[in-house]
Nanobody, 124 residues
């Protein structure tokens, strides 16, 4: 069992930056691969990035490569998503998720625990 709470969303202009945080409680944080997903209005939820239990392994969706950075601090039970060079198409609700299973995954079904989401709006 784990509870996830995202924060850091808001309204920013195109080209700006934002750092999202996800604080975890419940189970031992380091046992989970941690991922970020997002969902735009009228769209299905899509994978953004994942970081391994140790923090040494990462994988990104194509749209996130070179702009977004996922990281974690196991001592603080927190995972981060640094977003730079934001575009209007990045507008979405961003969700933190925890995967207690094997290796890192980009599939929603691999993640057993989800946060409530935090809204990111990027204006032109």
């Amino acid at each position: 069992q784990v509870q996830l709470v995202e924060s850091g969303g808001g309204l920013v202009q195109a080209g700006g930056s934002l750092r999202l945080s996800c604080a975890a409680s419940g189970r031992t944080f380091s046992r989970f691969n941690m991922g970020w997903f997002r969902q735009a209005p009228g769209k299905e939820r899509e994978f953004v990035a994942v970081v391994s239990r140790s923090g040494d392994g990462t994988y990104y969706a194509d749209f996130a490569k070179g702009r977004f950075t996922i990281s974690r601090d196991n001592a603080k039970n927190t995972v981060y998503l640094q977003m730079n060079s934001l575009k209007p198409e990045d507008t979405a609700v961003y969700y933190c998720a925890a995967d207690p299973n094997g290796g890192t995954s980009s599939r929603e079904r691999s993640y057993d625990y989800w946060g409530q989401g935090t809204q990111v709006n990027v204006s032109s």
